[in-house]
């Protein structure tokens, strides 16, 4: 698969999570995916769910520091600014709230989405077979949810 399929195809995944307002760590949209773009955003989502399960500190610290991170007055466009806030109790209860959220995301199953194959040739499923298969073959835990979705499970 050339570099800019790759790239296409990881924004239709971001896109198809923005739209459902998951988190990317823990669901895999691949709705609209052609099978081998599919199997390849199949193992790239793995690959990041595995490490943030491996490195449950690392990824609250990365929680941590995002959630303080963001400058004072800054907002988005159009809105107004948001006022600079004392250094207290409630900045660091922030900070420990995002960490506690990042901490409680890590050992989620992988919600993966492949879809129905509704829109398919036949109306037969071409991705939820073949992804299935495939997370199986590199030695996931699967449970299926529905014509449409399976999870994959910590080992």
Same mark, same amino acid.
């Given at each position: 698969?050339?570099?800019?399929?790759?790239?296409?195809?990881?924004?239709?995944?971001?896109?198809n999570q923005? *739209?459902?307002g *998951?988190?990317a760590?823990?669901?895999?949209d691949?709705?609209?995916?052609?099978?081998?773009e599919a199997? #390849?955003a199949?193992?790239d989502?793995?690959?990041?769910?595995?490490?943030?399960?491996?490195?449950?500190?690392?990824?609250? #610290?990365?929680?941590a520091?995002?959630?303080?991170?963001?400058?004072?007055?800054s907002?988005p466009?159009?809105? @107004?600014? *948001?006022?600079?806030?004392p @250094?207290s109790?409630s900045v660091?209860?922030a900070k420990a709230a995002?960490a506690?959220?990042?901490?409680?995301?890590?050992? #989620? @199953?992988?919600?993966v989405?492949?879809?129905?194959?509704?829109?398919?040739s036949?109306?037969?499923?071409?991705l939820?077979?073949?992804?299935?298969?495939?997370?199986?073959?590199?030695?996931w835990? *699967?449970?299926?949810?529905?014509?449409?979705s399976?999870l994959v499970?910590?080992n």
């Open positions: 698969m050339s570099e800019w399929n790759r790239r296409a195809a990881a924004a239709v995944v971001r896109r923005l *739209t459902l *998951t988190a760590a823990t669901v895999a691949l709705h609209g995916l052609t099978r081998r199997l #390849q199949i193992d989502a793995l690959n990041v769910w595995d490490w943030r399960n491996r490195h449950p500190e690392e990824v609250a #610290q990365l929680a520091a995002e959630g303080g991170s963001r400058p004072s007055g907002g466009r159009g809105a @107004p600014p *948001t006022p600079p806030q @250094p109790s660091a209860s995002a506690a959220a990042a901490a409680a995301a890590v050992r #989620q @199953p992988l919600r989405i492949t879809g129905a194959g509704n829109h398919s036949k109306n037969r499923a071409v939820f077979p073949a992804v299935l298969a495939h997370v199986q073959r590199r030695g835990r *699967t449970r299926v949810e529905s014509d449409g399976f499970l910590w």
